[in-house]
Structure formats: C-alpha cells, structure tokens
C-alpha cells in the first residue's frame, strides 16, 4: 500500500502561483510513476502531469504546458506541481497518484493504483 496526501491548495487570483505538494508513505516511493489530476464541478477527472518513477521524463496535458512543473523528491517521498499563471479554468480538486514503475505514458486513471484524497485548487478572475 501507498498512502498519498496532497497539500499546498488554496484561493489565488488569476495569474498567481501556487505550490501543491504530495507526501507518501508505505512502500518505496522510488519505484512509482506519479501524476497529478484534477476534477473541475461538474467534469471529469483529468490528467495534469507525470513524473516516471526514475524521475528523469515528464509530460504535461497540453492545457498546463508551460505554466505547471512537477518534480519530485525521492529522499523525501514527496511529489510537487508549481503551478504558475494560474487561470480560473484551473479551478479543480487536485489529485496526486502512484503507479508502480509508471512512465510518462501514464496518463489515464486506471494505469494508477494509489491515489490522494485531493486539495482544492480556486482560482478567481
């Protein structure tokens, strides 16, 4: 098991930037590809990024390409989104997820077997 918690969430205006983080725990975090999702009311969840589980590939959704950056932190098992420009289309529930030896391929929910309780993400106009 791998238990994830996102963290950093919050209300900003449009064009202010935001830092999420995800702390896990369990097993070793090293072996696992994460990604961060996000859930606008009313629309489905949808993928933001992926780091691989050796960290060196990562691939953004086209819509947060060039204004988000994930990274992680395998001494400190933690996984982070900088969010930069921020738009009020950006408002979600933020999600951070674990796929055992994921790559940047992972982009759909069910390539994930772990995932975070979420962190809310407003960004007003």
């Known amino acids: 098991q791998v238990q994830l918690v996102e963290s950093g969430g919050g209300l900003v205006q449009a064009g202010a930037s935001l830092r999420l983080s995800c702390a896990a725990s369990?097993?070793?975090?090293?072996?696992?590809?994460m990604g961060w999702f996000r859930q606008a009311p009313g629309k489905e969840r949808e993928f933001v990024a992926v780091?691989?589980?050796?960290?060196?590939?990562?691939y953004y959704a086209d819509s947060v390409k060039g204004r988000f950056t994930i990274s992680r932190d395998n001494a400190k098992n933690g996984l982070y989104l900088q969010m930069d420009s921020l738009k009020p289309e950006d408002t979600a529930i933020y999600y951070c997820?674990?796929?055992?030896?994921?790559?940047?391929?992972?982009?759909?929910?069910?390539?994930?077997?772990?995932w975070g309780q979420g962190t809310q993400v407003t960004v007003s106009s």
């Open positions: 997820a674990a796929a055992y030896r994921g790559t940047t391929f992972f982009r759909t929910e069910r390539d994930y077997d772990y």
């Open positions: 369990g097993r070793t975090f090293s072996n696992y590809g």
């Open positions: 780091i691989n589980w050796i960290g060196g590939s990562k």
